[in-house]
């Protein structure tokens, strides 16, 4: 079992040290991402498709304009 942030996509094995950790590199605390834990990921806004949440939180430009968010 893992949880991802939904704003950074990393990883944690507790959602205890998810939530505590503090500091997510896009700012503030991490948030848990709600949404299943195996891929394909996608984005809510623009429903494109990734193999990995890192990958779609950092993969910069979203077409509808921002960053890809996750569907939760
Ligand atoms: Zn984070
Ligand atoms: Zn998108």
């Given at each position: 079992?893992?949880?991802?942030?939904?704003?950074c996509g990393?990883?944690?094995?507790?959602?205890?040290?998810?939530?505590?950790s503090g500091?997510?590199?896009?700012g503030?605390?991490h948030?848990?991402?709600?949404g299943?834990?195996?891929?394909?990921?996608?984005?809510?806004?623009?429903?494109?498709?990734?193999?990995?949440?890192?990958?779609l939180?950092?993969s910069?430009?979203c077409?509808?304009?921002?960053?890809?968010?996750p569907?939760?």
């Open positions: 079992m893992a949880y991802f942030c939904k704003k990393q990883p944690f094995s507790d959602l205890y040290v998810l939530t505590h500091s997510c590199t896009k503030g605390c948030e848990p991402y709600a299943h834990e195996t891929g394909p990921f996608h984005c809510k806004k623009c429903g494109q498709s990734f193999s990995d949440l890192y990958v939180t950092h910069g430009s077409s509808k304009g921002g960053e890809h968010e569907l939760d």
